[in-house]
């Protein structure tokens, strides 16, 4: 079954440093996603993508972060200036269609330190 | 505010025995409502999406209801096993689809 891959796993980071998460979504899939989740807190919407554009965006996402597809395959979340409340698990998704099923990935445990 | 609130919060059950989870949402305009089985450390995994004409979809074991005129939906696990143990979220998407709010999930602890 397709895969959503996102590398790495694990990142830790000093505050302020620059990171930047991979996923490689499904091949034909169109809309992407990005994701938070806090250590015991609900998951959290970042940002959509689609057609090479953000196509929604939440109020966490702010200027610090930014998206990016660089090539057909690979697609980028990077945090500018890391501080600590950065710290998360972030998912990232895909689906081929704008209402249809997401797949996820096993996700990155960022920590900033 | 778009909100999903789930309960309970957290459950213990025994092996074989059924369990009904709880969601309620205020995400308006709807598009649908999905659930997802979150182990530990892990993305969230697809079982059930609902449209707001659908009352219920089965998967399995997994057996989801929704009500849309009430904005309440329920995830029901038959027979449970060990390998359900795990975090199952109840996540509701805007009309434009653009967007998830994710409910802060149901912690479920299936015993032998």
């Known amino acids: 079954e397709p895969e959503v891959t996102q590398t790495p796993s694990h990142q830790v980071t000093q505050m302020g440093q620059e990171v930047i998460l991979r996923c490689v979504p499904i091949?034909?899939?169109?809309?992407f996603y990005w994701y938070r989740q806090i250590l015991g807190q609900k998951v959290e919407f970042l940002v959509s993508?689609?057609?090479?554009?953000?196509?929604?965006k939440s109020e966490i996402f702010d200027d610090q972060f930014s998206v990016e597809r660089p090539d057909g395959s690979n697609f980028t979340l990077k945090i500018r200036s890391t501080k600590l409340e950065d710290s998360a698990m972030y998912f990232c998704?895909?689906?081929?269609?704008?209402?249809?099923?997401?797949?996820f990935g096993s996700g990155t445990r960022l920590t900033v330190v | 505010k778009n909100q999903v609130e789930q309960s309970p919060q957290s459950l213990i059950i025994l092996e074989g025995k059924n369990c009904t989870l709880q969601?309620?949402?205020?995400?308006?305009?709807?598009?649908?409502l999905r659930w997802y089985k979150q182990d530990t450390g892990r993305g969230p995994v697809s079982l059930t999406i609902?449209?707001?004409?659908?009352n219920t979809k089965s998967n399995g074991r997994y057996t989801a209801t929704l009500d849309a005129d009430t904005k309440q939906s329920s995830l029901h696990i038959t027979a449970s096993q060990l390998s359900d143990s795990a975090s199952y979220i109840c996540?509701?998407?805007?009309?434009?689809?653009?967007?998830?709010?994710f409910g802060g999930g149901t912690r479920l602890m299936v015993k032998p």
């Open positions: 998704a895909s689906s081929a269609t704008q209402r249809g099923g997401y797949t």
């Open positions: 969601c309620n949402y205020t995400v308006s305009p709807f598009s649908n």
């Open positions: 993508f689609y057609n090479n554009e953000i196509s929604e």
């Open positions: 091949s034909n899939h169109l809309y």
């Open positions: 996540v509701v998407v805007d009309n434009a689809g653009n967007m998830l709010t």
């Open positions: 609902m449209t707001f004409s659908e």
